[in-house]
């Protein structure tokens, strides 16, 4: 956006000009970190004063700068500086309420060049006055035009999506969870923590002596927890996927062993927790920035998918994304262009995967593909190469080509965009939780909610 000034001597008594912003709560914490101003009134997830409500008060300054926003792009806009500012308070605004601040000049100094305006904040949707004052400033001298885009941007870092699964799973039941071989402090630390916030009720299955000493080192204890003493990983495993078939667990979740291992007992024919799906693993990712929680599958099990794989792929995506409460889940099938090229076999895999999502062989979700990256996330980007979509450019499921591609896209999410992913693998009969080593409190907080949340629709707890 081009933005020009007004000089002093093209100002007028009575000229007026408005901003309109919308106060967030993102708006608030920035604030917070920028003036050192703590105040748990201005904070959106904070009950300032003991009363039950979150108040997130908009603190005085932050209204007074959307004032100086107006005199610093429009009237009189760049170049100009501050002398004074009064400010009178006649009402509060609140996160989430939309915003007008509107200056007038009422007087100019020509000796000085010192222009003098009242200042104005109200509330559009009750005409509110939320505050006043007047400004004195010292007007600009010369012509400025600028690109208000000049700035560069800014993007909070903060667990949005993952705060609202936490608090979308909070009144369901604690999922009785089979706990593999949580013999280290990440694994065990996890599933402690998980119980805490009453996500899961841990049965920990492994080596009881390990997981005494892990509880001890941790400074946890294990009082009224079930331990089930099998130190070999393998049987193990196996013991967890039969508390399932017991019906005594409803979920299973990786503690220290390898994948395989615990996947292992879990894919055999006769004993495991097959369900007629392949099963395939889903990152939840949680991307500073972006509107919408982000699902990439599979970038964990299937090395490289065949059609009929990436079917279950797609349809577990999709399940997975309703269970999280998105409505109609849009899935992006990815390939490295966003036309069929006969070259490129995944660009082939994904235009049959959208006709089929059409015929209705995939249920619950829009798909379409082939998309690039690019356009699969970004709308500006979609429309730039003329692509008319319900999907493109707001993709919430991304389905990657292999597993190579999955791995390398989660990973450049996490350590490039700061982003945090929770993991599950479905097509078994219950979920099966998968943390990494690398994982946080907030992300395994977040995969455990996640599996609650699908058990939960599955079994017709939660719509």
Do not use: W
């Given at each position: 956006?081009?933005?020009?000034?007004?000089?002093?001597?093209?100002?007028?008594?009575?000229?007026?000009?408005?901003?309109?912003?919308?106060?967030?709560?993102?708006?608030?914490?920035?604030?917070?970190?920028?003036?050192?101003?703590?105040?748990?009134?201005?904070?959106?997830?904070?009950?300032?004063?003991?009363?039950?409500?979150?108040?997130?008060?908009?603190?005085?300054?932050?209204?007074?700068?959307?004032?100086?926003?107006?005199?610093?792009?429009?009237?009189?806009?760049?170049?100009?500086?501050?002398?004074?500012?009064?400010?009178?308070?006649?009402?509060r605004a609140h996160a989430g309420e939309e915003l007008v601040a509107k200056v007038t000049v009422t007087a100019k100094d020509p000796a000085t060049r010192c222009v003098t305006l009242a200042t104005e904040l109200r509330r559009p949707g009750d005409d509110a006055l939320i505050l006043s004052g007047e400004a004195r400033v010292?007007?600009?001298?010369?012509?400025?035009?600028?690109?208000?885009?000049?700035?560069?941007?800014?993007?909070?870092?903060?667990?949005?999506?993952?705060?609202?699964?936490?608090?979308?799973?909070?009144?369901?039941?604690?999922?009785?969870?089979?706990?593999?071989?949580?013999?280290?402090?990440?694994?065990?630390?996890?599933?402690?923590?998980?119980?805490?916030?009453?996500?899961?009720?841990?049965?920990?299955?492994?080596?009881?002596?390990?997981?005494?000493?892990?509880?001890?080192?941790?400074?946890?204890?294990?009082?009224?927890?079930?331990?089930?003493?099998?130190?070999?990983?393998?049987?193990?495993?196996?013991?967890?996927?039969?508390?399932?078939?017991?019906?005594?667990?409803?979920?299973?979740?990786?503690?220290?062993?390898?994948?395989?291992?615990?996947?292992?007992?879990?894919?055999?024919?006769?004993?495991?927790?097959?369900a007629g799906r392949r099963f395939t693993h889903i990152f939840v990712m949680d991307v500073p920035g972006l509107a919408h929680p982000l699902l990439v599958t599979d970038a964990a099990i299937n090395i490289s998918p065949d059609l009929k794989t990436k079917v279950d792929i797609v349809q577990n995506g999709i399940d997975l994304a309703l269970s999280l409460g998105i409505e109609v889940p849009k899935v992006g099938v990815l390939s490295a262009v966003e036309t069929v090229n006969p070259d490129i076999p995944s660009s082939l895999d994904a235009a049959l995967l959208s006709k089929m999502a059409e015929r209705g062989q995939i249920r619950g979700g829009l798909v379409d593909g082939p998309l690039a990256m690019d356009n699969a996330v970004d709308l500006s980007a979609a429309r730039t190469k003329g692509i008319t979509s319900e999907v493109a450019g707001r993709a919430e499921v991304l389905v990657v080509p292999n597993l190579d591609a999955g791995n390398m896209l989660a990973k450049q999410l996490t350590y490039i965009s700061h982003a945090e992913g929770a993991g599950l693998v479905l097509g078994a009969r219950v979920p099966i939780i998968l943390n990494s080593r690398a994982d946080d409190d907030m992300a395994r907080l977040a995969s455990c909610a996640v599996a609650a949340l699908h058990d939960a629709r599955i079994r017709g707890l939660r719509a």
């Open positions: 956006m081009l933005i020009e000034n007004k000089t002093f001597d093209e100002l007028s008594i009575g000229q007026s000009a408005e901003l309109k912003r919308l106060c967030t709560q993102d708006d608030l914490i920035v604030f917070a970190n920028v003036s050192g101003n703590h105040n748990p009134m201005h904070l959106f997830d904070h009950d300032g004063d003991g009363d039950g409500q979150n108040e997130a008060v908009a603190p005085g300054l932050y209204l007074g700068s959307i004032i100086s926003a107006v005199l610093g792009n429009i009237l009189p806009g760049a170049g100009t500086l501050y002398l004074s500012q009064s400010l009178v308070f006649h009402a010292e007007a600009p001298r010369v012509k400025i035009h600028r690109n208000a885009a000049d700035v560069p941007g800014l993007i909070l870092q903060r667990h949005r999506h993952f705060e609202k699964i936490l608090e979308l799973a909070a009144p369901l039941p604690a999922l009785k969870t089979a706990v593999v071989c949580p013999e280290e402090p990440n694994s065990l630390g996890g599933a402690l923590l998980a119980r805490r916030h009453t996500l899961i009720e841990p049965i920990l299955v492994g080596s009881a002596a390990k997981i005494a000493a892990t509880a001890a080192e941790l400074g946890e204890s294990l009082d009224g927890i079930e331990v089930i003493d099998l130190p070999a990983h393998r049987d193990a495993a196996a013991r967890s996927v039969a508390l399932v078939n017991e019906g005594r667990a409803q979920a299973l979740m990786k503690g220290h062993l390898h994948t395989d291992e615990l996947l292992r007992p879990a894919l055999d024919k006769a004993t495991g927790l097959r």
